[in-house]
């Protein structure tokens, strides 16, 4: 099979339509959405509604679910708060349903999608280091872990021991199924943190077993004025400049 995986995309339309634009070449069988589709950008609804169509396997982000429980609110710094806010008033029932509908944690095929971590993915912890990632592999027995939420693309390898942190580069890399376990973070399609602005998508392929993060610009400028134009926190738009 040859997965699309998305995450991240943060009502950030012209980021997920730059993404889509690009993978009409790549054969896929079926996309995974690792969360977050709405929060922080201006375009939730219309963002909701084309993931719906790509009929993905998704789990729940935290700002998904903060739009469907106000209490979860207090979880967020004040930026995101506002955005969630103002996202939750502006998504019709069918797509907050839609967002209901996300489970937390999906396994399929010796695979486990989350959104934040694998053992506890709703206390929204980040797996920010390799010391992270070995606390969370060592909890679980998967051969690979899908997670998303740090909006950076990353390839944690366990050998059973120890964990190497490896930077997806551009090039398909080979994951040595037989001997190792990992988690996999496509990055972010809304808004990257890693310091380069553009979208970010993977391919995970498990027949040639390789894992590929690709990188596609998109008209950030657009996406940054929609923002301001909305009335949301203009820090919102300026960050996707830089992907910080
Ligand atoms: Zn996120």
């Not at 366990?158 to 490896?166: L, N, P, Q």
């Not at 890399?173 to 399609?189: A, C, Q, T, W």
């Not at 400028?221 to 923002?227: H, L, S």
Request: charged share 30%; net charge negative; glycine share 6%.
């Amino acid at each position: 099979m040859r997965y699309l995986l998305l995450s991240d995309v943060h009502g950030n339309w012209e980021a997920f339509k730059a993404v889509l634009g690009e993978v009409k070449n790549e054969k896929f069988d079926r996309v995974i959405f690792l969360g977050d589709i709405v929060g922080y950008g201006a375009d939730p609804q219309k963002c909701c509604e084309q993931l719906k169509k790509l009929e993905p396997i998704t789990v729940m982000g935290n700002h998904d679910a903060a739009v469907l429980r106000p209490e979860l609110l207090s979880w967020f710094n004040h930026y995101a708060r506002l955005a969630l806010e103002w996202t939750a008033a502006h998504l019709s029932k069918s797509c907050l349903e839609y967002l209901a509908s996300f489970p937390v944690r999906v396994k399929f095929d010796d695979i486990t999608a989350v959104h934040s971590n694998p053992y506890k993915p709703e206390s929204w912890e980040y797996i920010l280091s390799k010391l992270d990632a070995l606390f969370y592999i060592k909890k679980t027995s998967d051969r690979i872990i899908l997670f998303g939420h740090t909006h950076i693309p990353v390839i944690y390898e366990y050998d059973g021991e120890s964990v190497r942190t490896i930077k997806p580069d551009g090039n398909p890399f080979k994951l040595d199924i037989e001997n190792k376990r990992y988690m996999l973070n496509p990055g972010s399609v809304g808004q990257p943190r890693d310091n380069d602005p553009r979208a970010a998508y993977a391919i995970l392929d498990t027949d040639e077993m390789t894992f590929v993060v690709k990188r596609v610009e998109y008209d950030v400028e657009k996406a940054a004025r929609k923002i301001i134009d909305a009335g949301l926190p203009r820090f919102l738009g300026e960050r996707l400049y830089t992907g910080e």
